[in-house]
């Protein structure tokens, strides 16, 4: 009986709340017009837009979070964009303390760097590489800042360079621990090393074993490596030097002869490895749009690495004063043209928007650094990513820059901004710096497909 009771006055409060709803007294139907807030909406802006260089990139921090994961190889010689080179400067340190004392003599040494697939641009596969390995003469600080215009000390000479032909191609080789020799197979470049290198490494520990455990010592006697590009090529590699697998591999025999290697390290906090690039837009499409000066362009160009990057300039936005930013976009549509083969040159994967805070310091949008900083979908919450639009015919970048809106009428941020991409979500500069991904964008001139700034608000 009495959940029959309960039953029924549930039926009796939902129908109340039915009909209460339907009230606009309730709901704010009924309040009068000049109680309304006054929502608004307009895209009516006039972007403009301009290509520029980027002087420089983080390339090394002392914080691990703001590091490299991968590093681009190779003298890139891209159709439209021009020459794009970069070369790795590298520490290494010995993994474990060897057992060369019980040796009759090194095989070979072998420096192991293996690829990583999603660095890979452009024409890569069965294209000819070269490699110029050369010894640094300057030790690099672990607690400085490094760019990816600093140039760094070698040797005169360098210890080889190599020409191998890129594959993604699993590799298999043998693998000499203690007493047993593993056959390991892994996606990755040997590069043979002089015995004389071997034999110095060596001859140094059996002098000051201490180097195993003093790090310093070490990296006095042996500052590292420089990996430069020596062919020019239609693509540009990666390589991750975090892999247990990559080093300097050492391979001698025991005095049982018995094989038995050792390994020198690059995954580890005390090394820097850094980056540096060259770009050379001499003789390309792009170079007109760098020097002509227009403050708005028919295109934009954007480039990874420390390449090109797009500069905006905001319209007067006096008629947003006094309002509440409700939800602004921002899109960006891809040029089309016989240069921009996408099957070989993917459009850049992601997007997104830097700009001076009132301090004129530069620094990624609030709307992207929310979407960084909480780990959420970049596809859902910020965009950046090219998706091709059936009834407009075209593919589209569109970009959420409501918090940036709203900070530019506050005079809290440059009405001013740039575009560029970025790896795997990460705002860092080092995340840039691993992707040679370029996009060719229509700029605020074009008659079809102009940037469009689309913004709702609410007046206060």
């Not at 949008?365 to 950046?384: H, W």
């Amino acid at each position: 009986m009495k959940l029959n009771i309960l039953w029924g006055l549930g039926v009796l409060l939902t129908i109340v709340l039915i009909n209460a709803c339907s009230d606009p007294t309730l709901i704010g139907a009924g309040l009068l017009d000049n109680d309304r807030a006054e929502v608004g909406f307009t895209d009516t802006f006039e972007l403009k837009g301009a290509t520029e260089r980027t002087e420089s990139l983080l390339a090394y921090s002392p914080f691990a979070a703001l590091q490299a994961d991968r590093f681009l190889f190779g003298d890139f010689q891209d159709p439209v964009f021009g020459g794009a080179k970069s070369t790795i400067n590298m520490q290494f340190i010995p993994g474990t303390i060897p057992e060369f004392t019980d040796m009759m003599g090194v095989d070979s040494v072998v420096l192991l760097l293996p690829y990583t697939s999603g660095g890979f641009y452009g024409k890569t596969e069965g294209e000819t590489f070269g490699m110029r390995v050369t010894e640094l003469t300057e030790i690099l600080n672990e607690d400085l800042e490094y760019f990816s215009n600093r140039e760094v000390s070698i040797a005169t000479a360098p210890l080889t360079e190599y020409e191998f032909t890129a594959t993604l191609d699993s590799v298999e080789y043998v693998d000499y621990i203690a007493l047993d020799a593993d056959t390991l197979s892994l996606s990755h470049l040997r590069v043979p090393l002089p015995i004389a290198f071997g034999d110095s490494l060596v001859s140094f520990f059996q002098t000051d074993s201490a180097s195993f455990v003093d790090i310093d010592l070490f990296l006095n006697r042996f500052p590292g490596f420089q990996l430069e590009p020596s062919v020019e090529s239609e693509g540009m590699l990666a390589f991750t030097l975090l892999s247990v697998r990559a080093g300097i591999h050492v391979y001698y025999r025991d005095s049982s002869n018995a094989p038995r290697k050792h390994q020198y390290i690059f995954n580890n906090s005390q090394v820097v490895q850094y980056a540096t690039f060259e770009h050379d837009y001499e003789g390309t499409e792009a170079l007109e749009f760098i020097e002509n000066g227009s403050e708005n362009d028919s295109l934009l160009y954007v480039q990874g690495m420390a390449g090109l990057r797009s500069k905006i300039k905001l319209p007067d936005l006096a008629l947003l004063n006094n309002v509440a930013i409700n939800q602004a976009y921002l899109d960006i549509y891809v040029a089309r043209g016989e240069s921009l083969d996408t099957s070989i040159y993917p459009l850049a994967r992601q997007l997104v928007l830097r700009a001076e805070n009132d301090a004129g310091e530069e620094e990624f949008i609030e709307d992207a650094a929310l979407v960084d900083a909480r780990q959420l979908p970049y596809d859902r919450f910020f965009g950046g990513q090219p998706e091709f639009i059936e009834s407009e015919g075209a593919i589209r970048y569109r970009m959420s820059v409501s918090n940036y809106i709203q900070q530019v009428i506050e005079g809290r941020m440059a009405d001013e901004f740039y575009i560029v991409p970025i790896e795997n979500n990460d705002l860092t500069d080092a995340k840039r710096g691993e992707i040679a991904e370029r996009v060719i964008l229509y700029g605020g001139e074009h008659p079809q497909y102009p940037i469009k700034l689309s913004v709702t608000f609410t007046q206060l």
